[in-house]
């Protein structure tokens, strides 16, 4: 495969490994699993850890099964280079420990994950101040903004209750007020949609979501688009501006996230999750094909109190994610109607499985005051939203007429 051809976004995940050495031919990046790497010359191994020579110095920092996946994670996400972590979390964790200091402030939306908001309140009390704002609309983003902003962080889409921040508007206004602008793309996937087209300035995938897919394999990766000046970062160490600028903010999450930290990636869950890659555009496609059809489904049944998917007309998004995505995501949630115990609801499907995973293969359904927003309690589940009979809906590939069937039948006659 000709590599200066640009080619589609599958062919090019597919044949990614092969636009380098592979020994002995192989289609597959190997998985390599030793933790130490020797050199023949003293000198040579000195110039890796100094930077003036690429390879590998020890597991925890680098793998070449693991780089490997951070070249796809890259070419998916159009970045200048990606990091690869061993969950989300730990994604977003260092990006946190190596470029927040104590008295900065951060924006990020108030419709988040659970875990990113508990590491907010953690960043809180650790001595930088986070302002959770309605990320909808960039001007409750601008009416936060201090003079110590040093990011802001949003969700293409939010999980659970789907609301879309408005991403190309804060882009602008990240652009024009110098703020670096993290945008968490797991709810989409590169294959939906690329942060970078609205001016992120790093990128974060839960890989364990949509691009492995099939969940059995937890992974995370921070991108850098490229795109943002890191002359204007007041917290770059003085080592790393060795590196040409475009470089520095990588190499500082590189060592005081990657490194420091310690969450690293291992190669066998790296090879997963580049295997899962491959079919990540099909996969995707079969997903939101049937969590449209399930939310219309769900939508037009009296017995259904709300239903939440930006690929309904009645979204409040709809149209924002119509203009930036390529189809509206797996994720859905909905409400039942009162006198419809969701635990009972739940009980009665049959191919929908009780599961707290999301981007699977398989549908996946959880109560969602109950599990994984209980701990936040229930002022802030109110705050976001989150009703007490929220069911968070994973979607996953199964002949749409069975998923329809399963959720029709389990609202009883």
């Not at 929220?390 to 979607?395: A, D, E, N, P, Y």
Request: net charge negative; with cysteine; proline share 3%.
């Amino acid at each position: 495969m000709n590599d200066e051809k640009k080619y589609g976004f599958t062919t090019t995940i597919l044949h990614s490994d092969r636009q380098k050495p592979i020994e002995h031919g192989s289609l597959h990046k190997p998985i390599h699993t030793s933790v130490a790497f020797g050199y023949r010359d003293a000198r040579e191994l000195a110039a890796v850890f100094q930077g003036r020579q690429p390879g590998y110095r020890y597991g925890r920092q680098g793998n070449p099964t693991v780089a490997a996946l951070e070249d796809k994670i890259n070419r998916m996400e159009q970045g200048n280079a990606t990091i690869c972590f061993s969950t989300g979390m730990a994604a977003i964790g260092a990006v946190v420990q190596a470029l927040v200091r104590e008295g900065d402030h951060i924006v990020s939306s108030a419709f988040l994950f659970g875990n990113t908001n508990s590491l907010w309140q953690t960043v809180n009390v650790q001595g930088a101040d986070v302002s959770m704002v309605d990320a909808t609309d960039v001007r409750n983003v601008e009416a936060a903004l201090t003079a110590a902003t040093r990011i802001v962080f949003v969700e293409t889409i939010a999980n659970p209750r789907t609301q879309v921040a408005d991403l190309a508007r804060i882009g602008q206004l990240c652009r024009e007020r110098g703020i670096l602008y993290i945008v968490d793309n797991t709810m989409t996937s590169p294959y939906l949609f690329q942060p970078k087209a609205v001016g992120a300035s790093l990128v974060i995938n839960a890989l364990t979501k949509s691009i492995g897919g099939h969940g059995n394999a937890l992974g995370g990766s921070v991108t850098d688009t490229g795109l943002y000046d890191w002359n204007r970062y007041p917290h770059i160490v003085e080592s790393y501006k060795r590196y040409p600028v475009a470089q520095w903010g990588i190499a500082q999450i590189r060592a005081k996230g990657l490194r420091d930290f310690g969450a690293s990636l291992g190669p066998e869950a790296a090879h997963h999750l580049a295997v899962g890659a491959e079919t990540m555009a099909l996969r995707v496609e079969r997903e939101c094909a049937n969590a449209l059809a399930l939310a219309q489904m769900l939508d037009a049944d009296e017995r259904v109190a709300a239903v939440y998917y930006p690929g309904l007309a009645s979204h409040p998004q709809h149209e924002i994610s119509r203009e930036l995505f390529r189809a509206f995501g797996g994720l859905l949630s909905f409400e039942l109607k009162d006198g419809i115990d969701c635990f009972d609801y739940l009980n009665r499907l049959r191919v929908a499985i009780p599961a707290s995973n999301l981007g699977d293969t398989r549908t996946l359904v959880i109560p969602v005051a109950h599990t994984i927003f209980y701990e936040m309690g229930a002022e802030r589940r109110a705050s976001m939203g989150i009703a007490e009979s929220l069911i968070r809906v994973s979607v996953g590939i199964e002949d749409t007429e069975d998923l329809l069937e399963d959720f029709g039948q389990a609202l009883g006659e």
